[in-house]
């Protein structure tokens, strides 16, 4: 199996490359479209700025690569975010591949910390990514902005509000937070994305 992990101005790239490796995958980094095109699976992963990774995916022609995709797609963190359809993060139009918007956590209390940095618990799982995954699983997050509860939400998380830690439409799916930083759970949710059938 081929599994492409999008090559972009986004860092923590790598440390999904070394979780495929403990898989015994090992993936094709790059930004080539034929080859990204021709790849089994595609990983859309990173952290970084929702506005400059917009600007910098339209300029590469990665954005109509990326809505175009036939194959499994998983995006993670900031891939996430800017599979939506706007960003407030820089007021900016992202790829729409999911209609939600993602917004910025804005604390009530003195110990609501931004960002929500940490572990965390998920529940109300849907979706052949989550098979074998239990509610109240715990996974690894590392963002300031978050997708609220819509349509596509197949997994749950509370901090300051209820938000969506997963989203899925057609052959897209992602992740608020890292698998390949969250253990034995994210190893499993990595093994069950390679393993879904369209």
Excluded at 8 to 25: D, E
Aim: proline content about 4%; charged content about 25%.
């Amino acid at each position: 199996m081929e599994v492409a992990i999008i090559k972009y101005n986004a860092g923590n790239i790598y440390s999904v490359v070394h979780a495929l490796k403990r898989l015994n995958i090992e993936p094709l980094v790059c930004d080539d479209p034929e080859r990204i095109q021709k790849a089994d699976r595609v990983i859309f992963p990173g952290q970084g700025e929702a506005h400059s990774t917009m600007k910098y995916l339209r300029e590469h022609k990665l954005d109509l690569l990326i809505k175009n995709l036939k194959q499994p797609v998983l995006g993670i963190c900031i891939g996430m975010q800017l599979m939506c359809r706007y960003s407030e993060e820089g007021n900016t139009d992202c790829l729409g591949i999911f209609d939600a918007e993602v917004k910025k956590f804005l604390p009530t209390h003195h110990e609501e910390k931004v960002p929500h940095m940490g572990w965390n618990t998920l529940y109300d799982l849907k979706s052949d990514l989550y098979k074998d995954i239990k509610n109240s699983e715990f996974v690894y997050f590392v963002h300031s902005f978050y997708v609220p509860l819509c349509d596509h939400t197949i997994a749950t998380t509370d901090y300051i509000q209820l938000f969506s830690s997963s989203l899925h439409k057609n052959n897209y799916y992602a992740t608020q937070f890292h698998p390949e930083k969250s253990g034995s759970t994210g190893e499993k949710i990595l093994t069950n994305f390679l393993n879904i059938k369209l």
